[in-house]
């Protein structure tokens, strides 16, 4: 193979030109193929083969689930409407089939929580019986365009580089990489700043004796069956004050103290386990950076060990406890928005937007995390004339602009930052990944391009399908 040697070193020829491909073997091929096995990726990778789609999911880890499994993303939010409507069926039978494996609990339409270390069991099982093939550890560096299409995918794996061929593609990397590898265009950042919000690396820690713990702080700062409201530094509640003892005492650092959720997941089956969601990182927040990833990843670790002898020193019911895992993949917020046909505004979100062809609904807040002014962002006054308090995303959001045969789905569609931080839970990921799985098969079966496809039609199959959405 002309141009690579034993390593990629500076000296590597990369060229985007089809006579180059053509010298890597073929040795895959569907009719959808979707990049990212994560939150979207899965449930849009079964919408598609439930469909009849012949469908192909590339994932660089070994696993489904993406920042639900590998960054420990454990809560399951509401939308904030009543009813919690999910808008997606798929979404709707995970959350049912999870709870009825005993790995996930929800109470009402409070928010709930999951194993996630079980989940990819269920959606490798829900993949197998819709048929979709998977391909584990394999990563896309480039893409082959003709005509302004994507013909097909050069991937790396650990046997080398090869070419998956496909008529249609879905990013679902979170991160936008396979829509900016096609040459779309992209948002990246608070618009003032240029700044992204804050990474985090969750951990779980277990051995815990959740009754003693619970006898130690009596202001419920967190129920044994669900999740505590997150730490401020110098709150008034006896956790924050135990915690804010230990800093003083050099015990934990104020980083430490920025942001500090703990989840038990005793009801998801992990008896004396919790989920934290700390520590968090405000400097090194570019998830496309691979220099950020490393430091935060290295940085975290050190901080979870810190922590782990702080609730061991403060805590009684930690004496035996330990980290039970830690994130592989650090928790990305926000990184890259896709330009779409379509991007879904702040303006837009304030007024209730409505559209005929949403796909997804959410009245999520507009969740910001970061310190300081770095992290503010301008905002719009508007009068609002809707009553039913939720927005809709339109379909337009997931069609790639510029691409043919180009969806994108997830925290990575075509909205503004204000929006993405909204939008980027899991239940509207899921419902933005079937909306994209299905609209796939529609645009293939037709021979069209996905801007062709309409968006009212995507939505009237989600809902035949048994999706439920708020009405309005």
Aim: net charge negative; with cysteine; hydrophobic share 40%.
């Amino acid at each position: 193979m002309p141009g690579f040697g034993a390593g990629f070193g500076k000296d590597v020829f990369m060229s985007k030109s089809y006579e180059f491909c053509t010298s890597i073997p073929v040795d895959d091929k569907a009719q959808v193929v979707v990049v990212g096995g994560g939150t979207a990726g899965a449930v849009a990778a079964i919408a598609a083969a439930r469909e009849g789609m012949d469908t192909l999911v590339i994932e660089p880890f070994g696993s489904l689930g993406g920042s639900a499994v590998n960054s420990l993303v454990t809560p399951l939010m509401t939308v904030g409407i009543p009813e919690n409507p999910m808008n997606s069926s798929i979404s709707d039978e995970i959350n049912r089939r999870s709870i009825e494996d005993g790995f996930a609990y929800r109470a009402g339409v409070n928010p709930g929580y999951f194993d996630p270390t079980m989940m990819p069991f269920l959606l490798e099982e829900m993949a197998g019986e819709a048929g979709v093939r998977i391909r584990f550890y394999t990563t896309p560096i480039d893409v082959v365009k003709e005509n302004g299409k994507i013909t097909a995918l050069i991937v790396r794996d650990k046997a080398g580089l090869h070419v998956v061929e496909g008529d249609l593609f879905i990013d679902c990397t979170g991160d936008g990489d396979l829509s900016v590898l096609a040459g779309a265009g992209f948002r990246k950042g608070n618009p003032k700043t240029g700044k992204n919000q804050p990474i985090s690396l969750r951990y779980v820690i277990g051995g815990v004796d959740t009754a003693a713990y619970v006898s130690t702080v009596s202001d419920n700062s967190i129920a044994p069956d669900g999740y505590s409201s997150c730490v401020k530094l110098h709150g008034d509640r006896e956790v924050e004050k135990i915690m804010t003892k230990a800093m003083e005492a050099g015990d934990l650092t104020k980083e430490d103290l920025s942001y500090w959720q703990i989840f038990s997941l005793e009801k998801a089956g992990r008896k004396g386990c919790f989920a934290v969601n700390s520590p968090e990182f405000f400097e090194h927040v570019d998830g496309t950076d691979p220099a950020h990833l490393t430091e935060t990843q290295l940085l975290g670790k050190k901080a979870v060990l810190r922590q782990l002898k702080f609730y061991k020193k403060y805590f009684k019911g930690f004496e035996n406890a330990y980290i039970a895992s830690v994130s592989a993949m650090v928790g990305i917020r926000e990184s890259r928005e896709i330009e779409t046909e379509q991007t879904m505004t702040y303006a837009e979100a304030l007024v209730y937007k409505k559209f005929e062809d949403g796909i997804a609904q959410t009245n999520y807040p507009i969740d910001v995390h970061g310190m300081g002014d770095e992290y503010t962002c301008d905002t719009v006054k508007a009068e609002v004339t809707d009553q039913k308090p939720f927005y809709e995303i339109p379909y337009g959001s997931l069609v790639v602009k510029g691409v043919d045969n180009l969806l994108v789905a997830g925290r990575c569609i075509g909205c503004d930052f204000l929006v993405q931080a909204s939008a980027r839970i899991m239940p509207t990921c899921r419902a933005t990944g079937e909306a994209a799985g299905i609209a796939a098969s529609m645009a293939v079966r037709k021979g069209v391009a996905p801007r062709d496809i309409d968006g009212r039609d995507v939505r009237a199959r989600m809902i035949e399908n048994g999706a439920v959405f708020a009405q309005w």
